[in-house]
């Protein structure tokens, strides 16, 4: 079955050191992924998306997102933590319908 | 990208009534979609909206419990119907421009509290 698995659900970094949220998928084929963050009270973000250009993603506010097909992996990262990134991440793929399936969430904590 | 609004931003209501959800785009879409957002968990499609058609429910979601309507290419709603305290969540709205995998816009959601 299409899936989509974070691997961690809560991530805790301090401000200005790296973030790194995992993500890996199930497939047979290479799907369509985004990143979406969901701000308290606040409806989902877009971050950014591959759709089987460069591997390699940038996105909003600092984020980029790595494609490995090798290890169906899509990590999202960003140099330098700021207090205002603390949120929930989905990470998303597209199913074979074109429907979006979602991850569980990263929780992601920002200490000063 | 898409603005989306939706109404109400929140609500509280009372076990066995019903609620209406208005999703609103300012400009012709493709494709809308309603998801639920159970407190602390990931979202889950509910239905794809189809413009002057019966909308299409994903397994474990029927029209009796959730009708749908999409009168024109910019405006959806949905129906909770009688409500119990398991459907309090957030209820967002998603719309997508193009055919096929594109990124999906959502609205700010619609907080439900059943009680």
Redo the contacts between chains.
């Keep these: 079955a299409q899936s989509v698995t974070q691997l961690d659900s809560h991530v805790s970094v301090s401000e200005g050191t790296p973030v790194l949220l995992r993500c890996n998928y199930s497939s047979s084929y290479s799907?369509?992924l985004?990143w979406?963050v969901q701000h308290p009270?606040?409806?989902?973000?877009?971050l950014l998306?591959y759709?089987s250009a460069a591997t390699l993603v940038k996105g909003i506010n600092g984020f980029e997102a790595e494609f490995k097909k090798s290890e169906t992996s899509f990590h999202l990262t960003k140099p330098s933590a700021h207090m205002s990134d603390a949120a929930e991440y989905?990470c998303v793929r597209?199913g074979n319908t074109?429907?979006?399936i979602?991850?569980?969430?990263t929780t992601l904590q920002v200490k000063p | 990208?898409a603005v989306?609004s939706q109404k109400p931003s929140r609500d509280i209501c009372q076990r066995g009534t019903s609620l209406t959800i208005q999703c609103q785009v300012d400009s012709q879409v493709t494709m809308m979609?309603w998801y639920r957002q159970q407190p602390g968990?990931?979202?889950?499609?509910i239905a794809?909206a189809n413009q002057g058609s019966e909308a299409t429910y994903e397994s474990g979601f029927v029209i009796d419990k959730f009708p749908i309507s999409r009168p024109n290419l910019t405006f959806s709603t949905l129906t909770v119907s009688n409500m119990s305290p398991e459907d309090s969540s957030i209820y967002?709205c998603?719309v997508t421009r193009g055919?096929?995998?594109?990124?999906?816009?959502?609205?700010?959601?619609t907080?439900l509290t059943v009680t």
């Design positions: 799907p369509s985004f979406y009270n606040k409806g989902l973000q877009l998306k759709t989905f597209t074109g429907k979006l979602f991850g569980q969430g | 990208s989306i979609f968990q990931s979202l889950t499609l794809t967002l998603s055919q096929g995998p594109y990124e999906q816009y959502f609205g700010p959601g907080r």
